[in-house]
């Protein structure tokens, strides 16, 4: 049973920056593509940065509102996939969990980034 665990998030100013970090156990997130993804309160659960596998090149790509804003990493030996966020905007205000693309696992139970004066 793969576990995703996150954390980092918290309350932050418009302009700020955060990292956040999920720690995997029960797979090796180096051979498959592992994504963020963010849900703001009301709406879908939505894609927003992803890294291919270790085979595939760790290619990364990123939705357009966080395109020049946010970096997915990854520390194979660790285990753990990042997302640095910078710039922070109000509109970035979500529960973000990280997941491998799919078919995903059993999701976590997210970390909350709250963007706000």
């Known amino acids: 049973q793969v576990q995703l665990v996150e954390s980092g998030g918290g309350l932050v100013q418009p302009g700020g920056s955060l990292r956040l970090s999920c720690v995997a156990s029960g797979s090796a997130i180096s051979l498959n593509a592992m994504g963020w993804y963010r849900q703001a309160p009301g709406k879908q659960r939505d894609l927003v940065a992803r890294?291919?596998?270790?085979?595939?090149?760790?290619?990364?790509s990123y939705a357009d509102s966080v395109k020049g804003r946010f970096t997915i990493s990854r520390d194979n030996a660790k285990n753990t996939v990042y997302l640095q966020m910078n710039s922070l905007k109000p509109e970035d205000t979500a529960v973000y969990y990280c997941?491998?693309?799919?078919?995903?696992?059993?999701w976590g139970r997210g970390t909350l980034v709250t963007v706000s004066s």
């Open positions: 997941n491998r693309l799919n078919p995903v696992y059993n």
């Open positions: 890294i291919s596998s270790i085979s595939s090149g760790g290619i990364t």
